[in-house]
């Protein structure tokens, strides 16, 4: 693979919260991945694992006070350098909706490409083209008031914030914690799309592992700061007793797998999918009445 | 609406051995909503009726999922049960009292314990036994009996080994059974919880799920969840199934879940064992009904 298809490198990164005092943290400790350029990445960790510390370091928030990182190309450490990453590094907050501040749905999501510097009909263009990739009409939508719309829509908002910027690396934490279950696989449909036609990198931080299997080409686990798990959900997926030893779990049909193989069926283990659960099912039930 | 009947047990009896524990059956009403209506802003801009002429009775002693889509009215219908909402038409009545009349607030309250999504916003203390008794020790008891119920809340929690952590140092699951802590020590004859487990991991999720039914299986108290978890719904005695202001289906989860064509119109998902097991019967497999957890599939499986 080439060596600069590796938009973010992270060597060694420790971060130590308030270091020297009583009240010391070591919420990472020496993790050392990478991720290509159009990747779509999961991580994954039970609360309090370094998740959130870890993907705040790619935008310069927060810097190592330990070993390296790069994104984009830029020494995260490199005070001067870091100062332009939020151009090019999205992060979604936790329930981002509660930033949201100004009067009006298109003056919130004009925001950060006013701030870039943009003329009135480049940043015109970037709010329109943002709001339709997360599903909202421009022409319903922009002159209400934020505070009008219903949860959803207010979080779609925001992230709309985050895309009018284009940035080349789009960090969701937790993006559809408190969605019902049809907000939240529309939401991630919608990042899937923006990810394919825009060719952006997305980082998702997720409790739900159904997400994580069913969305990430790769994904890390987080264990009190440490880097456990790191490659493809099918891989990751099959250390259930692991994974449920770090307080994490697997997505429901990879955990039947895992159940009817204890107790002695011969399936697969690699299973993600209600559809591939059902087809591995159909070969045991097919296999039983052929015996009879 | 659908209303299927709970006919026979649902569930096998307590095999808790904990002393605390006392079983009482009852077909007593505990809640009874009529002809409940609530719209919010009411001649304001901003108007909408989220609630439409609501019929509910809710049984002293049950487990009680609501499930629906965001924006059905789960919310609004369970803020009625203590009162932090009053009926815009229609009435609620909790353990035999009106909640329009003032004066019945604060034992309506006591009687109904709220928890909410999010723990942190619940907590007070910055020691775990001193938030777990700032309730009790507003209800005006003997020192000794406060102490007795905090002792017993941190029991039934399973926090008994905390007492003396900060609350922030906890985990998410710990939280929240501390929110519910501090409900329990008021000695509550139900507890309505609402997203308890949306801010959770995994981990957490299935602490909080087994700590409610414990509480509710000793018959301690009713328990109302609202969730979006399907396989969270499907371990209660009921479900009711709310969409556009009002219960649509309500009755025991297998047979709620049974009508899923009703519920993928309302873009609701089965629990995964019964979405695959409907699958399979679709490619003309022969799948017994009530298959709801991944266990029944597993023995399905094995018994064969």
């Given at each position: 693979m080439n060596k600069n298809s590796k938009i973010i490198k992270v060597e060694n990164l420790t971060h130590i919260y308030?270091?020297?005092?009583?009240?010391?943290?070591?919420?990472?400790?020496e993790i050392s991945l990478e991720i290509e350029k159009g990747e779509f990445f999961a991580v994954i960790g039970s609360t309090g694992s370094g998740k959130s510390t870890l993907v705040q370091h790619f935008n310069g928030i927060l810097t190592p006070t330990k070993g390296k990182a790069w994104v984009c190309g830029t020494d995260i450490s490199d005070k001067r350098q870091r100062r332009n990453l939020w151009r090019r590094v999205g992060l979604v907050f936790q329930q981002p909706e509660q930033q949201l501040f100004e009067e009006t749905v298109f003056d919130d999501v004009a925001f950060g490409p006013k701030n870039m510097g943009f003329d009135k009909d480049e940043v015109k263009r970037r709010v329109e083209k943002a709001l339709g990739q997360m599903g909202l009409d421009p022409a319903l939508v922009?002159?209400?008031?934020?505070?009008?719309?219903?949860g959803g829509t207010r979080r779609k908002v925001a992230i709309a914030g985050v895309l009018a910027m284009t940035p080349d690396v789009l960090i969701l934490d937790e993006p559809a914690a408190g969605l019902d279950p049809q907000g939240r696989r529309q939401l991630m449909d919608l990042v899937e799309d923006f990810r394919r036609t825009e060719g952006v990198t997305v980082i998702l931080v997720t409790h739900s592992m159904e997400e994580a299997a069913l969305k990430a080409d790769r994904m890390a686990v987080l264990d009190k700061g440490r880097l456990v798990m790191e490659g493809s959900p099918r891989e990751v997926f099959n250390r259930a007793g692991e994974l449920r030893a770090l307080g994490l779990d697997v997505p429901a049909p990879a955990q039947l797998m895992h159940k009817l193989r204890a107790a002695g069926k011969q399936v697969r283990m690699d299973i993600l999918t209600n559809e591939e659960a059902v087809e591995e099912i159909a070969k045991l039930l097919s296999k039983d009445n052929r015996r009879f | 609406m659908t209303e299927f009947n709970v006919t026979g047990p649902v569930r096998n009896a307590p095999e808790s051995h904990d002393s605390l524990l006392t079983t009482h059956d009852s077909n007593e009403i505990f809640i009874e909503v009529k002809d409940l209506t609530y719209v919010y802003n009411q001649g304001k801009p901003g108007e909408f009726q989220a609630l439409s002429g609501v019929n509910l009775d809710i049984k002293k002693g049950e487990f009680l999922a609501v499930v629906g889509p965001n924006g059905s009215g789960k919310s609004t219908l369970v803020r009625h049960f203590n009162v932090l909402l009053t009926p815009t038409e229609g009435k609620v009545i909790v353990g035999g009292l009106d909640t329009r009349s003032p004066e019945n607030v604060w034992e309506i309250r006591r009687q109904v314990g709220m928890v909410f999504q999010n723990p942190d916003n619940q907590i007070v203390s910055s020691l775990l036994e001193e938030d777990v008794a700032f309730g009790v020790e507003n209800l005006g008891l003997a020192p000794e009996e406060a102490r007795e119920r905090v002792e017993e809340a941190l029991l039934l929690t399973g926090l008994s080994g905390y007492?003396?952590?900060?609350?922030?140092?906890?985990s998410g699951g710990q939280k929240q059974r501390l929110a519910i802590a501090g409900v329990l020590a008021m000695r509550p004859a139900c507890l309505v919880l609402d997203e308890p487990s949306s801010m959770l991991d995994p981990a957490g999720r299935a602490e909080l799920m087994e700590t409610l039914i414990r509480l509710n299986r000793s018959g301690r108290v009713t328990v109302i969840l609202v969730t979006h978890s399907m396989e969270d719904a499907a371990r209660a005695d009921k479900v009711i199934v709310m969409h556009e202001g009002g219960p649509v289906l309500a009755g025991p989860p297998d047979r709620v879940f049974a009508e899923y064509m009703l519920l993928d119109k309302m873009n609701l998902a089965l629990p995964a064992a019964a979405e695959i097991s409907r699958c399979l019967r679709r490619r003309g497999f022969l799948v017994p009904d009530g298959i709801l957890s991944l266990d029944d599939m597993v023995s399905f499986l094995c018994r064969r």
């Open positions: 308030s270091p020297g005092t009583p009240f010391q943290v070591v919420s990472l400790d922009s002159r209400v008031s934020p505070f009008s719309l219903s | 007492r003396k952590y900060q609350p922030h140092l906890l």
